[in-house]
């Protein structure tokens, strides 16, 4: 599986946007990208996934830039409760052994 | 709730002792996976399990050991404990197939102290 690279922490105000960054130089065609999040001392959970084009959901969106080599988590008004562990994983798709490989991820910080 | 349960949820024993670690994933999900994550550690995939066997492996220690039984649930065997094995081990569970997402679905863990 493809390396990522993510800034160590982030801080936010409340109620602002949030844009998450996520490095992935090396990705392949056939490469999702996850992103999950850790609370503190609970276990991750899913927060988004896409291949090619943007995606949102309720918890969040995706922006993947046209080449794929970058990506951002966006957190359209964080809250004290987004304050967490943001991990950006990429899955082959192919590959039915998947070991979703977490790096150390980006501490973000949201600020009352 | 995510659906997969761990057990137990905290564990304290002596190094040198064996301890078992239990995961039930979720209804329907064939896949098992186990991760730990020492004190302010990112997660280390050790193994998975899809239907009973084994599919990846990760850093998991030659002391280590894991298995997936028919009904599903999972074990992770952890012997020779060494004050460094202290952490948190988590088990998630994912559906698998060509047209699942592959989204990973984690129990809330169980912590081990090794004193």
């Known amino acids: 599986d493809a390396k990522t690279t993510q800034p160590n922490s982030m801080e936010s105000n409340e109620e602002e946007p949030v844009h998450l960054p996520c490095n992935h130089s090396?990705?392949?065609?056939?490469?999702?990208i996850h992103w999950y999040r850790q609370l503190p001392s609970q276990g991750p959970e899913y927060v988004i996934h896409?291949?090619?084009s943007n995606v949102n959901n309720r918890m969040a969106s995706l922006a993947i830039a046209e080449d794929r080599k970058s990506s951002t988590l966006i957190l359209h008004r964080a809250t004290l409760r987004d304050a967490a562990v943001y991990y950006c994983?990429?899955?082959?798709?192919?590959?039915?052994?998947?070991?979703?490989?977490f790096g150390t991820g980006t501490s973000l910080t949201v600020i009352p | 709730d995510s659906g997969v349960t761990q057990t137990p949820k905290h564990l304290i024993t002596a190094t040198g002792q064996r301890v078992t670690l239990r995961c039930s994933p979720r209804s329907g999900d064939l896949s098992v996976y186990w991760y730990q994550q020492s004190l302010d550690q990112g997660l280390q995939f050790l193994i998975q399990y899809y239907n009973g066997e084994e599919r990846a492996k990760g850093n998991i220690l030659e002391r280590f050991s894991a298995q997936q039984f028919p009904d599903l649930h999972s074990e992770l065997n952890l012997s020779s404990l060494e004050l460094g094995d202290s952490a948190l081990y988590f088990c998630?569970?994912?559906?698998?197939?060509?047209?699942?997402?592959?989204?990973?679905?984690f129990g809330e863990g169980s912590r081990l102290t090794v004193l």
């Open positions: 896409g291949l090619t």
């Open positions: 994983i990429l899955r082959d798709g192919r590959n039915t052994g998947n070991q979703f490989y």
């Open positions: 090396t990705i392949s065609g056939t490469d999702y």
């Open positions: 998630a569970s994912s559906a698998q197939g060509r047209t699942n997402t592959g989204e990973l679905f």
